[in-house]
Every structure is written in structure tokens, then in C-alpha cells.
């Protein structure tokens, strides 16, 4: 069964302190894997498309990688602004995409 | 350019109503989807449109949920007599194709009374 499972559920980082946001999937034909944040109260905002294991994407303090199994979201030396619910997203051969149920990530000035 | 626009934001309606929501996709957007989210879920897949196929309706949970979409356009997503469980936000996404990245609207927050 496809299925895609995000970790942890909350993060809590002091500012400054890097850490990474973790999304596993089980997903055959995978098409591409989507990061997206989430405002509280706003519809996901697009972060990243990965495609292929190896692939490596960087938006100011936020990099995604990929591997077969796996995406990682690192989070470099975070401000508090960058507290949002992160989601990960999966596209298999078909219309589907299978979410997450996401990363709540809060920063601490 | 405009984003992905939803109406009303915000919906309140007593159990048996029927409600309709409406997207405005992003122009030249040939895929649309709609979801739903609950407090504390992963979004859930409602249904698709590509261009003029017919939709993929395989998410609907029920047969009190449809949706249209008008000239390649606008989509509207009706709930018929509408239950408490009803109540969630649904989201409506366009893309360029089915495989593009998605551009997610605000969002509409359903309560069902």
C-alpha cells in the first residue's frame, strides 16, 4: 500500500540550531516528491520538486535531498519565521498524490 | 500573476444543508484537485480534472459529494446534506499537468452545525 510517513510530528529548535525534517515513503513509481509549508489558517505553499534519488534542491536556510527510500528537509540555522507545518508529498504513475500528515516545526527566538 | 482562489472562506451550515465551494484555478492550469483536511490529518484526496478527461472521482467518500468543472475553468465542489464529519478544509489545487507541481488555494473551512 502506498503510504508516506513524516517525522517527527513536532519539532521544537532554538534559533540558530539546525536540525532536519525526515519523510519516508512507500510509494511504487514514484514520479516526484513535493515539499510544501503550511501557514496555520493558509493553504501549502510550494517548497521543492525531487525527482530522482540523488537530487538535491536549496531555498535560502531550507535543502532537500532524496534518496529511493526517503526525503530530508534540513533546516540551516532557523529563524522563527521559519515555523510552519511542513508537508511531503508523493506522485506515483497515476493522478494521486499522497501527502503526509506533516512536520510542525516551531522556532524559539 | 493570481493564484489559486477558493469561496467563501470560511462556510457554517446546519446538518442536511447542501453547500457548494468554488475554485479559480490558476489560468492555463489544465489539472485541478481538490482535498479535504482535518484537524490533525494528511490532506485527502477528493477528486481530479484533466483538461476535458473525465474526472478522477476515486476519492470522494461518499455518493453526497460531487464536483464539476465548467469550460476547463472554474470547479465547483458540491456536498449534499451535509453531516457533522463534513467538517474539515477543503482545498483546491491547480497544475500545469498532472505531474507539475500543485498551487494550493487558501483553502475553505466548512463547520457543519
Known amino acids: 500500500e502506498d503510504q508516506v510517513t513524516q517525522s517527527p510530528e513536532a519539532l521544537r529548535l532554538q534559533e540558530g540550531e539546525s536540525s532536519s525534517l525526515n519523510c519516508s515513503y512507500t510509494?511504487?513509481?514514484?514520479?516526484?516528491l513535493f515539499w510544501y509549508r503550511q501557514d496555520p489558517g493558509k493553504g501549502p505553499e510550494f517548497l521543492f520538486t525531487l525527482y530522482s534519488a540523488g537530487e538535491e534542491k536549496e531555498k535560502e536556510r531550507l535543502k532537500a535531498t532524496l534518496t529511493k527510500k526517503e526525503s530530508f528537509l534540513h533546516i540551516t540555522a532557523p529563524k522563527p519565521e521559519d515555523s510552519a507545518t511542513y508537508l511531503c508529498a508523493v506522485n506515483r504513475s497515476g493522478n494521486q498524490f499522497y501527502f503526509g500528515t506533516g512536520t510542525s516545526l516551531t522556532v524559539i527566538p | 500573476g493570481a493564484g489559486v482562489s477558493q469561496s467563501p472562506s470560511n462556510k457554517v451550515t446546519e446538518k442536511g444543508k447542501d453547500v457548494e465551494l468554488r475554485c479559480d484555478p490558476i489560468?492555463?492550469?489544465?489539472?485541478l484537485y481538490w482535498y479535504r483536511q482535518s484537524l490533525g490529518q494528511g490532506l485527502e484526496f477528493l477528486i481530479y480534472f484533466q483538461g476535458n478527461s473525465a474526472p478522477d472521482k476515486s476519492g470522494l467518500p461518499s455518493d453526497r459529494f460531487s464536483a464539476e468543472r465548467t469550460g476547463g475553468s472554474v470547479s465547483t465542489l458540491t456536498i449534499q446534506r451535509t453531516q457533522q464529519e463534513d467538517s474539515a478544509v477543503y482545498l483546491c489545487?491547480?497544475?500545469?499537468?498532472?505531474?507539475?507541481?500543485?498551487?494550493f488555494g487558501p483553502g475553505t473551512r466548512l463547520l457543519v452545525l
Open positions: 489545487a491547480s497544475s500545469l499537468d498532472r505531474v507539475e507541481t500543485q498551487y
Open positions: 510509494v511504487s513509481g514514484l514520479r516526484g
Open positions: 489560468s492555463g492550469h489544465t489539472a
